[in-house]
């Protein structure tokens, strides 16, 4: 589990795309700060949310401060960026029971060289995030697969992760989340024109 940071965050006294807009050219991001009975509009300095999110991401623990209130523990549910400018647009801080399971989305990252790979074979990641449910203190930092073992044709699936004590992922398939595929031969430019051309001539 990654160390805990503190960010502070002030209420939003006003909502709407005007209001929001003012707060963004101020360097602020509008959020909301949700919990099981509440949902607090907030706003927060872009500059210390990205640090805060550099470092907890989606799934880590954080303490948010609301105000002059206790600080919580929470975690970033939701990060809203602009689709070409360097900018945060929203953040949803959710505040979470230590005591309760709760599902988060934690990335998945491989290590090793597998067999199939040095047999001329391709490493397909098909899951870079899994979702889990544990307490929010087992929260992982990421899963890690060791994919050495693996043979062209062969995959790891959801069901065989090792996952830390207290983990559980979260899933109805039993789909794969990372294969070695065969490498797709490539054909010199003309050939399957010249291929398709003998297939009609010979009908």
Known sequence: MAQQVTIQVEPRSKTGKGFNHRLRLDETVPGVFYTRT???????????????FSQVGQSQILAVQVGDGEAKPSIIKAIQFHPYKNRILHVDFYGVDLTKTLRVSVPVTVTGKSKGVAEGGVLELIRDHLEVE????DIPDKLTLDVTPLAIGQSIHVSELPLPSGVKAVYEDNFAVVSVMAKVAETEPGEGEEAAAAGEAAA
């Open 134 to 137: 544990c307490l929010p203190g």
């Open 38 to 52: 509440e949902n607090i509009p907030v706003q927060v300095k872009e500059m210390p949310l990205r640090k805060a």
